[in-house]
């Protein structure tokens, strides 16, 4: 891979230049009313003289100046409109060789005197937005993902994989995915993270951020990327609106939700809010071939879990914000999350010596789960009047968080040995497991930015975050035989109280410049991170203190009208999940169980990305991720018991070559279609207990969404997505993908939305995997009830025309990212 990855980058370069169009100049000037008196925000329309069609646009500033960059040679026109104004042209003019540069003489924008009855927006954002550094999911216009939840929604993003038996999330090939919401780490790990989005709604999802190459005003953390979903928040200006969803969906068993959003904006008050129900149930199912050919006689253990699971949760969403002035804002952001969770599910393992003797032993686990989750924000906003050189003026925001989370499973667990007539062979193995989970997030940050001129922006912050996470596990085992009561004994060998502190302090500096069809982006942040892991039952404690400095470098180069390259670099850094530091010990079966390792070291990447965008439509990019440290899970089988133990240590490292395709394609008038494809190596390379670890794995990540529009407000939607074999750590992993369909109408006058979709027609999300490694040797094969079909109507009302406030960042996104 790497004989070839230098000889493409010079390609890119090569068409970079191949590509360039003739000589190309700058347009400015200054809009202005009838008094004289500059116009700000007057929206200015480059236009070709001969037919008006449109080549780029500007908006003018606080001075009534705008300038229009990279515009190729050519004869064009300036038209200068505003709601509530006259719209204005200028005199033809001309951009070559010998006339770079033109200035506009002012334009004179009059009051419009007709009265403006109605407006009606008819576009519609796709479901997928592919732009160089990121991709965007629109989720609120997809129907195939109405009804469902966000984890189902993650799913179907071009590049992104959730493997649900290694809870692990991957994009474009690499792991340790920063999730966040509304910009913010959630502070948990990504088994829980998982369990969140598993119960978030879709209905309260507004769009899905996928960013590969992240600037130093992000957390450092995330070697693979962001993940941010954004939750939907106010879109009117009027005193009040919002909308009403309700949906049923059923595939084994029935699935029920509910939601309903509120916006109010009475004077300089803007009051939001959500609040969404689900009940859901589903089943899951686990099976694993284990051999174990060193036992004497050589043995086959086969397992098989079913489990049916009931949950129901609960989010809400309130919000409030203040405008003092139209410069100054003062917000406060509350919302949580309430999980109740039950499942009783029962797992055989059957016995099979080599010498055909049969026993086996079947364990009933019955499960309850708790979640609760508070998160409070305190926001504001401050708009400094303008340097008066052409910049959009300074800006300072402040965010502080408090975030309050409770995880609380108990798990009581009933094996029987059986022999081969299936008859019990003693008494019974009882096992019960309470563990409370508590994790106190505080975090606050500082952001400011500092327009130079319109080239020129420099932007520096502040973000400091102090994370408190107890663990109390409380484990009781007994023997007995049915029906008879034996006091429980305490397992003084897993009961464990864990504690974590960590406190993570970072500035950065941010430049950006502009040059006539260039844009340089440079940025360094500085993290201070110590942290302490202590296990009071053992008496131990493991403290670190380190100091990192992660730049990043962006290069984009605009050719022509339809050309964009761009060049990227930058480091960044995944600390250890909470749990994955937690040495307590948490059991799956008779045959697998899972203990952490206090001892684990941060993992680090330096990611490198050339691109090129065709009419911001058709992106292909080449990048190249180099990890050190990689945490990673890994199996160790005990021989005589055939016992697995799942662990996490830090590999040696891991390389990352992906190569990545995006492209619309327009069918007809009513079928268009965006498409994706992800071609990547992933290669692990490590020493395992004296065993070399070299895994080294070609892949891809194929995603098409297509979109049918019928006419008489009847659309539809079709979804298909396919995952190569692939590897990760010790597994090698097997193929799977889906095809999801959906079909909605629209009522009332677009008042109302009734949606019909079915997902994994096929019933082929399914994840298989090997692990032949050391002494062994087994498969295995994970899945849950992903073919569901699903009826959700929408009412809308009020007023939802006029655009309100935006989503609002958090501060706490990656500290919560790592909670469970």
């Keep these: 891979m790497k004989n070839w990855l230098l000889p493409l980058s010079f390609l890119l370069f090569a068409c970079h230049w191949m590509a360039a169009s003739p000589p190309v100049g700058t347009v400015s000037g200054m809009v202005k009313d009838p008094a004289g008196k500059p116009l700000e925000f007057v929206t200015l329309l480059l236009v070709k003289a001969g037919d008006s069609t449109l080549v780029k646009g500007a908006v003018s500033d606080d001075q009534g100046q705008y300038t229009v960059e990279s515009v190729p040679s050519g004869a064009y026109r300036v038209a200068a409109s505003m709601m509530g104004r006259q719209k204005v042209y200028s005199e033809p003019f001309t951009i070559g060789t010998e006339h770079r540069n033109h200035q506009v003489l002012p334009l004179v924008v009059q009051e419009e005197a007709r009265q403006l009855d109605k407006v009606t927006v008819k576009a519609q954002k796709p479901f997928i937005e592919q732009h160089l550094d990121k991709t965007v999911l629109n989720v609120e216009n997809s129907i195939v993902a109405s009804g469902g939840t966000a984890l189902e929604i993650l799913e179907k993003a071009p590049g992104v994989v959730v493997n649900l038996q290694s809870e692990q999330i991957s994009l474009k090939g690499r792991e340790n995915v920063l999730v966040m919401l509304d910009g913010k780490p959630t502070y948990l790990s990504t088994a829980e993270v998982l369990e969140l989005l598993r119960n978030t709604p879709s209905n309260t999802v507004e769009t899905i951020e996928l960013i590969t190459n992240p600037s130093a005003r992000y957390d450092a953390a995330g070697t693979a990327g962001i993940i941010n979903i954004r939750l939907k928040r106010n879109k009117s200006g009027q005193p009040l609106n919002g909308n009403l969803t309700v949906g049923a969906g059923y595939g084994r068993f029935a699935k029920y939700n509910a939601a309903l959003t509120l916006n109010a904006r009475p004077g300089k008050w803007s009051f939001f809010g959500n609040y969404a129900v689900d009940q859901r149930n589903y089943w899951s199912m686990a099976k694993i071939d284990r051999r174990l050919p060193t036992t004497t006689p050589p043995t086959l253990i086969r397992q098989e879990n079913y489990r049916p699971i009931q949950n129901t949760s609960h989010t809400y969403r309130l919000g409030a ?225 380190y100091l990192n400095l992660f730049p990043s470098v962006a290069l984009t180069r605009n050719v022509g009208e339809n050309h964009a390259f761009q060049y990227s670099f930058s480091r960044r850094i995944d600390r250890p999940n909470y749990q994955y530091l937690n040495p307590f010990i948490r059991v799956f079966d008779p045959y697998t169980y899972q203990q952490g390792n206090p001892y684990l070291k941060p993992q680090f990447t330096d990611a490198f990305q050339i691109g090129y965008s065709y009419r911001e439509e058709t992106t292909i990019s080449l990048s190249y991720n180099r990890t050190r440290n990689v945490v990673a899970d890994i199996n160790e089988q005990n021989d005589q018991t055939g016992v697995t133990r799942i ?72 979804t298909a997505s396919y995952s190569s074999p692939y590897v990760y750590s010790q597994n090698r992993m097997k193929s799977f993908g889906q095809v999801s369909i959906g079909v909605q109408k629209t009522l009332w006058q677009k008042k109302a939305v009734l949606r019909f979709n079915w997902n994994d027609l096929l019933q082929t999300q399914r994840f298989y995997g090997t692990v032949q490694f050391q002494n062994m040797d087994f498969r295995f094969a994970t899945y849950t009830e992903t073919r569901v079909a699903r009826l959700t109507f929408t009412y809308n009302f009020g007023n939802q025309k006029l655009k309100g406030a935006g989503n609002r960042r958090t501060v706490s996104d990656e500290e919560q990212r790592r909670m469970n």
């Design 647 to 718: 662990t996490f240590t830090n590999l040696a490292r891991q390389t990352n070559i992906s190569l990545n395709l995006s492209a619309p394609l327009r069918f007809s008038r009513g079928w268009s279609s965006r498409n994706s494809a992800s071609l990547f190596r992933d290669a692990y390379r490590a020493d395992v207990g004296g065993t070399p670890l070299n895994y080294r794995q070609v892949s891809a990540n194929l995603n098409s969404n297509h979109t049918f529009t019928m006419g008489h407000g009847l659309t539809a939607e079709l």
């Design 321 to 545: 914000d203040y405008a003092f002035s139209k410069r100054t804002t003062v917000g406060l952001l509350l919302n949580g999350t309430k999980v109740n969770g039950t499942s009783q599910g029962g797992t055989t393992s059957t016995i099979y010596p080599e010498n055909g003797l049969t026993s086996s032993q079947r364990t009933q686990n019955d499960n309850r789960r708790d979640i609760s989750r508070l998160a409070a924000n305190v926001n504001f906003r401050h708009q400094f009047d303008s340097t008066r050189r052409g910049g959009k003026g300074r800006a300072l925001t402040v965010d502080v968080d408090y975030s309050d989370a409770r995880f609380h499973p108990d798990e009581l667990f009933e094996t029987r040995y059986l022999n081969a007539r299936q008859t019990e062979t003693g008494p019974r193995s009882f096992q019960r497991l309470n563990l409370v989970s508590d994790a106190l997030i505080r975090a606050a940050k500082a952001d400011y930015v500092h327009p130079f001129d319109a080239r020129t922006t420099l932007e520096a912050g502040w973000k400091s975050s102090y994370v408190t996470l107890n663990n109390d596990l409380r484990v009781e085992t007994k023997l007995a035989e049915a029906g008879q009561t034996v006091p429980w004994q305490l397992d003084t060998g897993r009961t464990n109280q864990f504690e974590y502190r960590e406190s993570i302090h970072a500035g950065y500096v941010s430049g950006r410049r502009i040059w006539t069809g260039w844009t340089l982006q440079v940025g360094l942040r500085l993290e201070q991170t110590q942290t302490d892991a202590h296990s009071l039952t053992a008496s131990r404690t493991v403290s670190r203190s």
